[in-house]
């Protein structure tokens, strides 16, 4: 019997469409090699896939290093087959209580993999998953155990595609299933375009029920400004900088205070770099969303390794560029709406005559923007423009209201829902069109979410978000007045098209389904610290209920709401509220002691 | 015969101020078995310490790794793992714990470790309630105001010890120094060891004040030697010093700084004739190897509060206008040079220069150009303090 045959019989039992798969598939997607030792390797595509001189010494340095952080009752889940040397390593070095999985992307290069060496009795114990990336989503969802993932990056390179389907996947169902409720700082900025969308994201984490620090920097706002009249730019950047690493302190001392499960940072927080590694080195687990265009601002470069996680609204090239700058994880996270604010209104007659018109745009004035929205003035339909930053842009200035003034959320409001058509024309600071056209701006879904018609300029990420018959998009400037004249001669259209817009926004693009990614994410990634939280383990009625719960915990246990959450300084909060004449136990004592290092450990000031 | 376990958890300064405590208590109970437990980083030190049976280790890095795991929940393997530690630790309970520090774990420590348990808190560890000896020490640190009893003594009065009169010196390493230390204190002379750094970098001295010092030295003392002093995170601030000095003068400096263990660190500073620096942990230590020293302290150091134990050290201590922290101007180089060519010191600007004498009562510090008679509120103060002590 051979080889491959060998290894199928071992998982037929278990696995039969496995096995069926793998006999039907035709294999050849891997070529062999021997390597210098003499044990087989191989390459794909090119690239060898294990070590050309000694794969088991290679696979064995990979698997000591991953298993540092495997913890006992967690599933490991192998992303990249190869040859399975790193599994086996990974198998050897298994914590006790812990299990196995391996994502198997493709069942041909699997077939090759298991016809070149002779696989130990640890091949059949392994749980393989399999099929597209929903199917595999539910698989390991459907896992009564916290994932933990390993990727092997030289085997699991060619199919970054279907690892990436299966983690938006696998992130969108575990999302549902969140029910714990964490404790997380949002840091936000001193003032600029991320502090609305930072009221947003505190907002939606409350409505999930996480309980919400926000160490809100916008009341230092007047005086950072007041740094800006100062003549010398370099006392202007030398006085912004240093307040920002006050501030940066301040949040520091905000955090020790009040240590929470997730420092949740967003663009233009002003957190520096020492800041970031110090409450690494605390333990203090970070996000960054960056809600930016990484092509503009680049402040990312130098705080790119002080985030534990990074999400950003773009992919690819920007995905690239942070991990070379030193990112650890980083993550995609589209912008999104917040129902409660971005939402269709009944506007009165003397509301709908100042704030509506045929066509309207709203936002500030970029070059691009300058130099293309005087093409659509016509004398066929009304026109006008509303934002700040139009300083010197004559063609604009007959339809700008307002002379330019900045305008409030409540008024751009009025101006989406008493406008037939609204413009949205992403920044750039060309001419034209954005040639690097990825991420979707919030105004995609705010407009949407509004129930607002719209044009928008194509993105290359935005079919992921709305559909054509939810949007309708134009690629080219000389597109757009053909487009008004259709549009404004169907006003049910319109409105078909805007209400069908509205309640994808409803159903997927909310601030609420984003900080659930978000979590389901991190969930993921710490299955331990946050994951178990996300998944309702920490409450005292189900930690009473673990086998894995020293029984002398119990009764302590038992002394707290079934619901509650209860952590080791709850534990000791109880006992030191017991009185100082209280008679210890041992139990007692060791909290107490461990407690003691658990606040030194997180003491940040 | 009873069994008594000592804890001292903090840092090696306060280990060395422990050791009068441990004289009193050997000379209060010979016959008993009197152990230590200290950092494991400071095991070493604790086995120079005499009248000790046993010295354990506190492994503080482990517990900081289970704590950071008991955040996630404490597991029956953990605590089993603890339990074993525990035990492997202090395989019989002890009679009874002197627990010299008010931190929660070495508190805590004590109450698991031992029967009964002497320290800090009145009423176990929940207790808010200080002993009156605690309450002293607490206070002085919060205020600042001059501790006329030395933190020895009141390690002491904590235990319900009297000082031990004579100031109790180190054992000798037992062991065979290296060649390059081997040459130190042979030869020339005299030899001063230099400690280049400070725990606080508020307390580092700045570089070319050293360098101004060693260059002055050599020139009025042309036979002498330098020993410069620090671990391996000081090798850098130690060539700093160095770099710009003549051959000449390199010849006669030995930097050891990085190369040294804790034993072989005292067995260098018995070698030297005196010991200057700032940090006060390595001139505790100094004291304790029977090293006159001499203590330049600024930024929070003060000189009652942690001067070294016993007599004939030196200390100049920067004054401030209100009591607060320093950052000198001017540095005593020429008054400390006085002092190992045995001539009297001169005056500094805006320093006071004080010196130490132990009587009954233990250490004190007299100004110079006041009496050196013991203040007098000190034996009051013992009165009042051991009227309620604890044993």
């Known amino acids: 019997m051979n080889l491959l045959q060998t290894h199928l019989d071992g998982i037929r039992k278990t696995f039969p469409d496995l096995v069926s798969a793998v006999t039907e598939s035709a294999g050849g997607v891997l070529t062999i090699a021997q390597s210098r030792e003499g044990s087989p390797s191989a390459t794909q595509e090119g690239q060898w896939i294990h070590s050309a001189y000694d794969p088991r010494k290679e696979a064995q340095s990979w698997a000591t290093l991953q298993a540092k952080e495997w913890h006992a009752g967690e599933l490991g889940v192998v992303l990249g087959v190869g040859l399975l040397y790193h599994v086996e390593a990974l198998v050897a070095s298994k914590p006790l209580g812990a299990r196995l999985a391996v994502v198997i992307s493709d069942i041909a290069a699997f077939k090759d993999a298991l016809a070149v060496r002779p696989l130990g009795p640890w091949f059949n114990a392994i749980e393989w998953i399999w099929g597209?990336?929903?199917?595999?989503?539910?698989?390991?969802?459907?896992?009564?155990?916290?994932?933990?993932?390993?990727?092997?990056?030289?085997?699991?390179?060619?199919?970054?595609?279907?690892?990436?389907?299966?983690?938006?996947?696998?992130?969108?169902?575990?999302?549902?299933?969140?029910?714990?409720?964490?404790?997380?700082?949002?840091?936000?900025?001193?003032?600029?375009?991320?502090?609305?969308?930072?009221?947003?994201?505190?907002?939606?984490?409350?409505?999930?029920?996480?309980?919400?620090?926000?160490?809100?920097?916008?009341?230092?706002?007047?005086?950072?400004?007041?740094?800006?009249?100062?003549?010398?730019?370099?006392?202007?950047?030398?006085?912004?900088?240093?307040?920002?690493?006050?501030?940066?302190?301040?949040?520091?001392?905000?955090?020790?205070?009040?240590?929470?499960?997730?420092?949740?940072?967003?663009?233009?927080?002003?957190?520096?770099?020492?800041?970031?590694?110090?409450?690494?080195?605390?333990?203090?687990?970070?996000?960054?969303?960056?809600?930016?265009?990484?092509?503009?601002?680049?402040?990312?470069?130098?705080?790119?390794?002080?985030?534990?996680?990074?999400?950003?609204?773009?992919?690819?090239?920007?995905?690239?560029?942070?991990?070379?700058?030193?990112?650890?994880?980083?993550?995609?996270?589209?912008?999104?709406?917040?129902?409660?604010?971005?939402?269709?209104?009944?506007?009165?007659?003397?509301?709908?005559?100042?704030?509506?018109?045929?066509?309207?745009?709203?936002?500030?004035?970029?070059?691009?923007?300058?130099?293309?929205?005087?093409?659509?003035?016509?004398?066929?339909?009304?026109?006008?423009?509303?934002?700040?930053?139009?300083?010197?842009?004559?063609?604009?200035?007959?339809?700008?209201?307002?002379?330019?003034?900045?305008?409030?959320?409540?008024?751009?409001?009025k101006v989406f829902n008493a406008t037939a058509i609204n413009l949205n024309l992403h920044s750039n600071t060309g001419e034209g069109l954005d040639p690097a056209a990825d991420f979707v701006n919030p105004r995609t879904f705010e407009l949407a979410a509004a129930g607002a018609f719209q044009l928008v300029d194509q993105r290359a990420l935005l079919p992921e978000c709305f559909t054509e018959d939810e949007i309708v998009s134009f690629e080219a400037t000389d597109e757009v007045p053909s487009l008004i004249r259709t549009w404004l001669r169907d006003p049910v259209g319109r409105r078909t098209i805007a209400d069908t817009a509205r309640q994808r926004v409803l159903r997927q693009h909310t601030y609420e389904h984003r900080m659930k990614d978000l979590l389901a994410e991190l969930g993921m990634r710490e299955p331990d610290r946050l994951g178990s939280i996300l998944r309702g383990e920490r409450t005292a009625e189900v930690l009473a209920a673990q086998t894995t719960t020293p029984s002398e915990l119990t009764p302590m246990l038992r002394q707290f709401a079934p619901d509650q959450r209860v952590e080791l300084k709850d534990l000791a909060a109880q006992i030191r509220a017991r009185g100082p004449r209280t008679e210890l136990s041992r139990e007692d004592l060791l909290i107490l002691m461990l407690e003691s290092y658990r606040t030194e450990t997180r003491d940040l000031v | 015969m009873s069994r008594t376990l000592v804890i001292q958890l903090a840092r090696l300064g306060d280990l060395v101020q422990t050791m009068p405590m441990i004289t009193a208590l050997r000379k209060q109970y010979p016959r008993d078995t009197i152990d230590l437990l200290c950092p494991e980083p400071l095991r070493d030190l604790g086995t120079l310490i005499p009248g000790l049976d046993r010295v354990i280790g506190w492994d503080g890095a482990r517990w900081h790794r289970w704590a950071e795991r008991a955040i996630q929940g404490i597991q029956p393997d953990q605590r089993k793992e603890i339990e074993q530690e525990l035990a492997a630790l202090c395989p019989h309970i002890y009679d009874r714990a002197f627990v010299l520090n008010q931190h929660t774990r070495a508190i805590v420590a004590g109450t698991l470790l031992a029967k009964e348990c002497v320290g800090p808190l009145a009423q176990g560890p929940l207790s808010e309630q200080l002993t009156p000896w605690a309450a002293y020490v607490r206070e002085i640190a919060r205020t600042r105001r001059s501790n006329r009893i030395h933190l020895s003594d009141a390690f002491c009065g904590m235990c319900g010890l009297l000082p031990p009169g004579t100031p109790p010196r180190c054992l000798t390493p037992l062991i065979s120094p290296s060649r390059n230390l081997e040459q130190i204190g042979r030869g020339g002379g005299p030899w001063i060891g230099i400690i280049v750094g400070a725990g606080d970098p508020a307390r580092l001295v700045p570089v070319d004040v050293w360098r101004a010092w060693i260059v002055r030295f050599l020139a009025v003392l042309p036979r002498g030697r330098v020993v410069l002093i620090g671990h391996g995170a000081e090798c850098e601030r130690a060539r700093d010093i160095q770099q710009p000095l003549p051959p000449s003068i390199l010849g006669r400096i030995w930097d050891i700084t990085g190369q040294t263990t804790i034993h072989e660190l005292a067995q260098t500073l018995t070698r030297c004739q005196h010991v200057i620096g700032s940090d006060t942990g390595p001139l505790h230590l100094a004291a304790a190897v029977g090293t006159p020293t001499l203590g330049w302290y600024f930024a929070r150091a003060r000189v009652h509060e942690t001067g070294p134990y016993g007599s004939g050290h030196r200390i100049w201590q920067a004054q401030s206008e209100d009591g607060g922290p320093v950052v000198p101007a001017t540095w005593p180089i020429e008054p400390s040079l006085d002092v190992l060519l045995s001539e009297s010191p001169r005056t500094q600007p805006q320093w006071s220069q004080w010196t130490s004498q132990t009587d009954e009562w233990g250490t004190y510090y007299s100004e110079a150009g006041q009496s050196s008679a013991p203040p007098r509120e000190r034996e009051a103060l013992w009165h009042e303090l051991s009227h309620a002590m604890p044993v």
């Open chain 1, 132 to 413: 597209n990336s929903d199917e595999m989503a539910t698989q390991l969802a459907s896992k009564s155990a916290p994932l933990r993932f390993f990727t092997y990056a030289p085997a699991a390179r060619p199919y970054a595609a279907q690892h990436q389907a299966l983690d938006v996947e696998l992130r969108r169902l575990l999302a549902t299933r969140q029910h714990g409720r964490l404790h997380v700082a949002v840091v936000g900025p001193i003032y600029g375009g991320s502090l609305p969308i930072t009221k947003y994201v505190v907002r939606a984490l409350e409505s999930l029920g996480h309980r919400v620090s926000w160490v809100d920097h916008s009341i230092h706002h007047a005086s950072y400004e007041r740094f800006n009249t100062f003549r010398d730019p370099r006392h202007r950047l030398s006085m912004q900088s240093r307040f920002a690493d006050v501030l940066s302190m301040g949040t520091l001392t905000e955090l020790s205070e009040d240590p929470p499960d997730l420092v949740l940072a967003m663009a233009q927080a002003p957190m520096s770099l020492g800041a970031l590694e110090h409450l690494r080195r605390k333990k203090f687990m970070t996000a960054m969303w960056f809600v930016e265009n990484y092509r503009h601002l680049t402040y990312w470069q130098q705080l790119a390794p002080g985030y534990d996680y990074w999400f950003t609204i773009q992919q690819k090239d920007c995905h690239d560029a942070l991990r070379r700058a030193g990112a650890p994880h980083v993550s995609y996270l589209p912008m999104a709406a917040d129902p409660s604010v971005h939402r269709p209104l009944t506007l009165a007659t003397n509301e709908q005559l100042e704030f509506g018109s045929d066509l309207s745009f709203v936002g500030a004035g970029y070059a691009n923007r300058r130099a293309v929205l005087p093409r659509w003035i016509s004398k066929d339909w009304t026109f006008k423009v509303w934002g700040n930053e139009w300083e010197g842009a004559d063609a604009v200035a007959p339809i700008l209201q307002r002379n330019g003034a900045r305008i409030d959320t409540d008024t751009c409001l």
